[in-house]
């Protein structure tokens, strides 16, 4: 499974950006995607996901209510829309994926992720 990871950039606070994350070689239409993300001097967080098994999604709390993610399953793509960005949220941003069945509550568990895409900086600006 390969993930190629696009969309990042500088936007100033209260601004929008979308991420997006092309897949390919997974081998059924089962697997969950979405983001992790890390900012400087912290460890990596997940933010969303989806799993198409189950249709769960999962949003970190701080982003709850802003970000929205989506798939395109014709396109194997997976998309972030990220709303009224804050500071905050400032973070190299890593598409992921595994083809394991997961339960919802496991969805931002880092270790169950087997494939990473190259992270993009979002950098928001106050």
């Known amino acids: 499974v390969q993930l190629q990871a696009f969309g990042g950039g500088v936007v100033q606070a209260g601004g929008s950006l979308r991420l997006s994350c092309a897949a390919s070689g997974f081998r059924s239409d089962d697997y969950a995607i979405g983001w992790f993300r890390q900012a400087p001097g912290k460890e990596r967080e997940g933010v969303s996901f989806?799993?198409?098994?189950?249709?769960?999604?999962y949003y970190l709390e701080s982003v709850k209510g802003r970000f929205t993610i989506s798939i395109d399953n014709a396109r194997n793509t997976v998309s972030l829309q990220m709303n009224s960005l804050k500071p905050e949220d400032t973070a190299v941003y890593y598409c992921?994926?595994?083809?394991?069945?997961?339960?919802?509550?496991?969805?931002?568990?880092?270790?169950?992720?087997?494939?990473w895409g190259q992270g993009t900086l979002v950098t928001v600006s106050s």
């Open positions: 989806w799993t198409t098994s189950s249709n769960k999604q």
């Open positions: 992921a994926a595994t083809e394991r069945v997961v339960a919802g509550s496991f969805l931002a568990v880092e270790g169950i992720y087997d494939y």
